[in-house]
């Protein structure tokens, strides 16, 4: 039976343990959010890679395997945005994670539905801007957390940005076990926020193929982050795919995204005008310059390839560095309790460390 390890990020977003899963394009789907927020914790559904159309029955599907609160995450730059926003607030869902895109108004308009906004963030100054903005919670995701990412460490982002923000931060970004859960607290934390860690469950959707590389992966300089892509940091299990990627020059690279691109507005329906004013919308969001803007239509396909698929030399496999240390997959259950488990004796120990050091320091006072 597992105790209890309550933080104000329990009360906010209403699950049992301070631990969050985080959303991962076409990975974070209904049945892992559902099983993350049965086991105790809080799941993100990815609503930004939710297909249009498909939000409102992904969100039933979530409704109708838990009863506990989740969360959906989404980009303001995805075609159906405003449909992940309307959804998100007809369902009354408990929270969204986003990165830089939503403007003030977008999440005034959440919030005053009663809607959590809790942005992840991987530098200190997108921190304080997103509390500037209205952020209730900030993920601080360190360089060592897969996707995209930053450079700076976690050990030095989070107390970073700890220092900056007058908001409750969650700390993300190469965390698995109990041990991290307990040093986040430590720091100040008010929880931890796992992406590669939730991908390795008996839970997740990824195929077996896929999910045998990320397991005999073990040196975390071979999950590492490289620019080929989409022309931002973005980290990964190298393989073939990313070495071919590197290899080609970026015009080549370009082309190759403008042929994916094209696939893509056809699958997903849109014409060349609404394609021009998605990429112009990303352009102006800040996010990515012209060749990143362009090269952004490389990743979906490729991903997919990797993680739905299962497909881990032709396709991308994203990771944290973490899953070099990750040997097993437990169910969403067996990981909430052994991480909480963990905790626990790790705080206990803590605070027996204290109260000898209180001792220690009596026995000295004259
Ligand atoms: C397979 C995969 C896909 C991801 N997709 C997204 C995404 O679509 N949007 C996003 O904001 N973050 C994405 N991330 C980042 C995670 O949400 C999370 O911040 C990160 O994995 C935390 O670091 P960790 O992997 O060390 O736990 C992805 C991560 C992985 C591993």
Redesign the pocket.
């Known amino acids: 039976m597992t105790g209890a390890l309550t933080t104000i990020l329990c009360e906010r977003l209403g699950c049992k343990y301070p631990i969050v899963q985080?959303?991962?394009?076409?990975?974070a789907d209904a049945k892992l959010t559902a099983a993350t927020c049965n086991a105790g914790g809080f799941g993100f559904f990815?609503g930004?890679?939710a297909e249009p159309g498909a939000v409102e029955t992904a969100l039933l599907a979530i409704k109708a395997h838990t009863d506990r609160p989740f969360g959906v995450?989404f980009?303001m730059f995805q075609p159906n945005a405003e449909e992940v926003i309307a959804s998100v607030i007809k369902h009354k869902v408990r929270a969204v994670?986003?990165?830089r895109g939503p403007d003030a108004r977008t999440i005034r308009r959440l919030k005053d539905a009663g809607v959590i906004c809790m942005p992840?963030v991987g530098a200190v100054k997108h921190a304080i801007k997103a509390v500037e903005l209205g952020a209730d919670i900030v993920?601080v995701?360190g360089g060592?957390?897969?996707?995209?990412?930053g450079s700076v460490p976690t050990t030095i982002l989070l107390p970073q940005v700890l220092d900056a923000v007058k908001v409750p931060v969650v700390a993300?970004?190469?965390?698995?076990d109990g041990r991290g859960l307990a040093a986040a607290l430590a720091y100040g934390a008010v929880g931890i926020?796992?992406?590669?860690?939730f991908?390795m469950t008996s839970d997740s959707p990824v195929p077996p193929g896929a999910l045998a590389r990320y397991l005999e992966t073990k040196d975390p300089a071979h999950i590492r982050t490289t620019l080929a892509v989409d022309g931002l940091p973005q980290r990964f299990i190298e393989n073939d795919l990313i070495r071919k990627l590197e290899g080609m020059s970026l015009p080549a690279r370009i082309g190759m995204s403008a042929r994916y691109a094209r696939q893509w507005g056809k699958d997903a329906g849109l014409g060349a005008v609404a394609m021009t004013k998605l990429g112009l919308k990303l352009l102006s969001s800040g996010e990515s310059n012209f060749a990143q803007t362009v090269m952004a239509a490389n990743l979906p396909a490729m991903?997919q390839k990797g993680?739905v698929a299962g497909d881990p030399d032709n396709g991308l496999?994203?990771?944290?560095?973490?899953a070099s240390l990750i040997d097993s997959l437990p169910s969403c259950t067996e990981l909430i309790s052994s991480i909480v488990v963990t905790a626990q004796a790790r705080l206990a120990a803590m605070a027996q460390l204290s109260s000898h050091e209180q001792r220690v320091a009596e026995t000295k006072l004259p």
């Open positions: 985080t959303a991962m394009g076409w990975v990815a930004a890679t995450n980009h994670s986003y990165g992840t993920t995701q060592e957390g897969g996707g995209h990412t993300a970004g190469g965390f698995y926020a796992m992406g590669t860690r991908l991903v993680v496999l994203p990771s944290g560095q973490i």
